[in-house]
């Protein structure tokens, strides 16, 4: 059974860091593309930022462009998000999620969520 | 980025009624669409890919239709399990990849 368990969310003030991790299991971790998503109070769901299974490749939503660092350790089967210069509207419970082989999959596994409040 | 449009965005039905649930693309995404079912507090959950498969133990009641721009989402026989919220999702163009904003199921 894959699962997906989210780590790191929490209070935070504006212009501030945190680490967000997300332990996985149940499957061959380094042979899927992983994402985040989030979701702020009331609105709906927002791709954040995804990586290949090598880490070779990258992409990041234009809001988040250069403020967070999406990366993987296979050896451990653990995905991050570094986000550094949080803005109140990164407020948001922030998901992490499994797709496919490539990007351009749906994401057919999600985690349960962490919670990330940004607030001066 | 393809904008992706849900309606309505809260869709009143009868226990036991069939929903209907509208999504739309700003461009051609072909059949790269997903639906996911979207609980309070739990992970979101994949109902549908590739605009009309339905994901593993999904039950027959959710199908799928539609490709190009139009996409619809039918749930036959409402349960009560099912008023809850679901997103469509295109995985055409990327990144980013793009919901929509979702649709309310609510009891009337």
């Known amino acids: 059974e894959v699962q997906l368990l989210e780590s790191g969310g929490g209070l935070v003030q504006t212009g501030g860091s945190l680490r967000l991790s997300c332990a996985a299991s149940?499957?061959?971790?380094?042979?899927?593309?992983m994402s985040w998503v989030r979701q702020a109070p009331g609105k709906g769901l927002e791709w954040v930022s995804g990586?290949?299974?090598?880490?070779?490749?990258?992409y990041y939503a234009d809001s988040v462009k250069g403020r967070f660092t999406i990366s993987r350790d296979n050896s451990k089967n653990t995905l991050f998000l570094q986000m550094n210069t949080l803005r109140a509207e990164d407020t948001a419970v922030y998901y992490c999620?499994?797709?496919?082989?490539?990007?351009?999959?749906?994401?057919?596994?999600w985690g349960q969520g962490t919670l990330v409040t940004a607030s001066s | 980025e393809v904008v992706m449009t849900q309606s309505p965005a809260t869709l009143y039905v009868s226990p036991g009624e069939r929903a209907t649930l509208s999504c739309r693309a700003s461009?051609?995404?072909?059949?790269?669409l997903a639906w996911y079912q979207h609980r309070p507090g739990q992970a979101p959950r994949l109902l549908i890919y590739?605009?009309?498969t339905r994901a593993t133990g999904i039950p027959a009641r959710f199908t799928g239709s539609g490709s190009g721009t139009e996409f619809t989402l039918t749930i036959n026989s409402l349960q009560s399990e099912d008023f809850v919220v679901y997103y469509c999702?295109?995985?055409?163009?990327?990144?980013?990849?793009?919901f929509g904003g979702g649709t309310k199921v609510e009891i009337k």
């Open positions: 590739g605009a009309s």
């Open positions: 999620a499994k797709e496919g082989a490539w990007f351009g999959d749906r994401i057919d596994n």
């Open positions: 149940g499957f061959t971790f380094s042979s899927y593309v």
């Open positions: 999702q295109q995985y055409y163009k990327w990144p980013p990849v793009t």
């Open positions: 990586i290949s299974g090598g880490s070779g490749s990258t």
């Open positions: 461009q051609s995404v072909k059949n790269n």
